[in-house]
């Protein structure tokens, strides 16, 4: 007889969460699960509900309704609730600040319990981990922003939280050490084994480290997965935009077809005469230079090429920005070329849409 495989309960699973400020809903049946280990972002505009849910979870704030499950315990629905201080929930917010009058040991020694020397053992143990043992016994003003961050990380994992909520926590951060401090970080956060929630309005934060993105508007998950596939299968053109800059061209549906100056573009399930939006990043535009008034000829890959102008371009560091302004309809286009691509303003050039690469979308309020 075939045994069922051994069902791990999600670390933390929240599941239908309401909460609403003076009659706006601000977090709307939002449901999710983190696994130990894994690390899952809520990203999404500022507004949208993030922070607040996040606050529910830690228990500082109250839903309307919904329920919060910790290893397929409930901790906390509309009736029963288990306060905060005892969820063995890990909590690192943009303002981490440490207590000025404490060690560097002391700060993270604040959460703990047992013996003088099991604590030590244990600020010695996270101070390893994040390279600043030699502080210890240092006071918080003697470290830079970056360090004092790790001092805060370290002391959020100091009790083994089961789960870490951490919002925007590298926001104060600049960008190189940024970078450094979320790798570190995660890595820490791997090690020990929580479940991570961690909140951020920036796209590439949520790439860097989540294993999971759940992506928020609105108060709702309107989308949830992997990164690769959030930003590959993205659901709506708002998804699309979310993690880069979007050029959008708009058309009629006939036959499942969309006829467009790039040529036809499938649009399976719309009806005729419904509109669409086919949307691409403009990293996967391709630029063709302009021969004698001619473009390339079509291609089933990147359909026709329809003819502009350039209105300006600038280099951005890694790659360079073109904006053309197409002679269909006066519209402007912006594409991204590796490397460095300055054509002259007025330069005629044309442009293709990669089928591969773009993504139709039956029009939203049409
Ligand atoms: N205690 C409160 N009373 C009234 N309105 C609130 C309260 N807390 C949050 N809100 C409102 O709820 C909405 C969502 O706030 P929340 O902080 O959850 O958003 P967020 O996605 O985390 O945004 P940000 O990234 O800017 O922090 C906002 O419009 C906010 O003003």
Known sequence: MLTPAPQTAPRLEIRNMMRSFGGTPVVNDVSLKVMPGQVTCLLGPSGCGKS???RMIAGVE??????????????????????PERRNIGLMFQDFALFPHLTVGDNVAFGLSG??????????ELLDKVGLRRFIDGYPYLLSG????????????????????????????????????????????????????LVTHEPEEAMRMADEIALMRGGRIVQQGAPYNIYNAPKDRQAVSFFSDINVICGKVQGALC??????????GVADGGE???VIRPQH???EFDRNGKGPEPTP???????????????MGSESLVEIRMDYDGSILKATVPNVFLPQPGRPLWLMFRRDRCFVFPRQNA
């Open 62 to 83: 109250m839903q309307d309704s919904g329920e919060i499950y910790v290893d397929g315990e409930l901790i906390c629905d509309t009736v029963f609730r288990i306060p």
């Open 146 to 197: 970056g360090e004092q961050q790790r001092v805060a990380l370290a002391r959020a994992l100091a009790p083994r939280p089961k789960i870490m909520l951490m919002d925007e926590p590298f926001s104060g951060l600049d960008n190189r050490l940024r970078d450094d401090i979320r790798d570190q970080t995660l890595e820490l956060l791997k090690a020990e084994d929580a479940a991570v929630l």
């Open 285 to 287: 535009l391709k630029i």
């Open 301 to 315: 890959q990147n359909g026709v090429a329809a003819r502009g102008e350039v209105v300006r371009a600038r280099f």
């Open 276 to 278: 669409v939006d086919i």
């Open 52 to 54: 607040t849910t996040l």
């Open 115 to 124: 013996s003088k020397a099991e604590k030590r053992a244990r600020v010695e």
């Open 259 to 268: 006829e467009t100056p790039f040529g036809q573009f499938l649009a399976p």
